[in-house]
């Protein structure tokens, strides 16, 4: 049996990803949602998603890069 553990690894950091998100979302604003309200709590959606923006465009910058470098070692 052989074991590939790049793709192991791969697996793991987007399953960790999603998980740290999902908890930062659903968590982060539920406590706002129960504390403040919801019309806090939508604010709070909308500040996450700010948030997360510049880091979204950093991995869509890295990974044109990479597909970039792939193609052209072909």
Do not use: E, H
Request: hydrophobic letters at 60%; glycine letters at 10%; a positive charge.
């Amino acid at each position: 049996m052989i074991r590939d553990l790049r793709r192991y690894a791969q697996q793991t950091n987007v399953r960790l990803f999603i998980g740290g998100i999902l908890l930062l979302f659903l968590v982060g604003d539920g406590l706002i949602y129960i504390i403040y309200g919801k019309g806090a709590a939508t604010f709070g959606f909308v500040c996450l998603l700010a948030g997360l923006a510049p880091l979204l465009l950093i991995w869509l910058a890295l990974s044109l890069l990479d597909w970039i470098v792939r193609r052209a070692n072909r």
